[in-house]
């Protein structure tokens, strides 16, 4: 039984990892397309949301049946917990990487003019939040995941930034209006990106120590001292 549970274990665990290395694929898509200004490689990336949500509904279904079939313990309980989250948080990051490709492709339709700003900058720091996030969960490594609560506020103020900027810009040429609403829903969405990012830290935090810190007033949450017991262990 304990043998079987492990392999279902795996299978979770690896379809978790498949669907996350697609949803990387589609945010490395994006980047192209702002980089290129390109309606192809926008509209790759929109289709490929669909595969995100069968992904999902795949990874919950062997979740729920591994629940069904084994009594895990409490840690291979917080496993699968947090794996079920996860898919969630991944197939929204999805969601927001076809709402930054629609937005490409709406651009290159009406043809408004963009205004001149990089947003490279946030797409990487949001990206490299997802691979840290997800990379904490393969290693089961609690510093990592602590680390990227932190980052979330470096995008946050970057998309401030950019908010800042492009209401400077349409404030003098209003015939931008509409390009620059465009640039600050893809913004918005990034800055998005990284918030589910963050969430992905806070899944790996209650598997690896048993609590719960989303929604915590005040300062951010910080690791256990080592030899703490940790609530929710077995």
């Known amino acids: 039984m304990k043998r079987q549970l492990d392999e279902d274990l795996k299978e979770v665990t690896e379809g978790l990892l498949d669907m996350a290395r697609f949803v990387e694929g589609m945010l490395t898509g994006i980047g192209r397309g702002l980089e ?3 309606p192809k490689v926008a509209r790759s990336v929109a289709r490929a949301d669909a595969k995100v949500d069968r992904m ?3 990874v919950d279904g062997l979740c729920h049946a591994l629940l069904v079939r084994h009594q895990p313990t409490a840690v291979d309980h917080r496993l699968v917990t947090a794996v079920l989250k996860t898919t969630g948080e991944l197939e929204r990051i999805g969601d927001c990487a076809k709402n930054v490709a629609q937005a490409i492709e709406d651009m290159e339709i009406d043809g408004s003019p963009l205004p001149d700003l990089d947003l490279s900058q946030i797409l990487a720091a949001a990206h ?3 691979t840290d996030a997800l990379k904490s969960f393969v290693e089961e490594d609690g510093s990592l995941a602590y680390q ?3 980052r979330d506020d470096e995008v946050d103020d970057q998309h401030a ?6 209401e400077d810009l349409l404030t003098r040429d ?3 209006v509409p390009g620059g609403l465009r ?7 990034l800055e998005r990106v990284a918030d589910h990012a963050t969430n992905v830290a806070e899944n790996v935090i209650y598997f690896l120590e048993g609590r719960d810190i989303r929604h ?5 949450a910080k690791p256990l001292p080592a030899g703490y017991p940790n609530e929710g262990a077995p």
């Open 148 to 150: 990227i609560l932190e």
């Open 183 to 189: 640039l600050l829903a893809i913004s918005k969405n």
């Open 161 to 166: 930034r950019i908010v800042r900027r492009v």
């Open 174 to 176: 209003p015939t931008r």
């Open 128 to 130: 490299s939040m997802v």
């Open 216 to 220: 915590q007033e005040g300062p951010r």
């Open 56 to 58: 999902e509904r795949e």
């Open 36 to 38: 290129e200004r390109d």
